[in-house]
């Protein structure tokens, strides 16, 4: 069982940046690939980008390709999603989370088998 807790949200200029932070429990978190989700009002949850358990091989949305970079410290258990050159539609609640499939990485939602709650984002001047 692993329990995700995310951090670092808030409210930002375009062209800001934030840093989401999950911080997770359990003994297993570095042997789960993990995500971040999005999902804006009205709109699909969709994956922005995900890591492999050893942080070897990552993957990004075009949307945020170049702006948004997903890390993960094993140790501290702990993954990153760091976002700069914020925009207007980068705007939703994200979400981590964590897969157990091994090999590939997990990019649809129902490959993840554990969720945070939550941190809003909003972007705006």
């Known amino acids: 069982q692993v329990q995700l807790v995310e951090s670092g949200g808030g409210m930002v200029q375009p062209g800001g940046s934030l840093r989401l932070s999950c911080a997770a429990s359990?003994?297993?978190?570095?042997?789960?690939?993990m995500g971040w989700f999005r999902q804006a009002p009205g709109k699909e949850r969709e994956l922005v980008a995900a890591i492999t358990w050893s942080g070897g091989r990552g993957y990004y949305v075009d949307s945020v390709k170049g702006r948004f970079t997903i890390s993960r410290d094993n140790a501290k258990s702990t993954v990153y999603l760091q976002m700069n050159s914020l925009k207007p539609e980068d705007t939703a609640v994200y979400y981590c989370?964590?897969?157990?499939?091994?090999?590939?990485?997990?990019?649809?939602?129902?490959?993840?088998?554990?969720w945070g709650q939550g941190t809003q984002v909003t972007v705006s001047s």
């Open positions: 359990g003994r297993t978190f570095s042997t789960y690939a």
């Open positions: 989370a964590a897969s157990t499939v091994a090999g590939v990485i997990p990019n649809f939602a129902g490959q993840y088998d554990y």
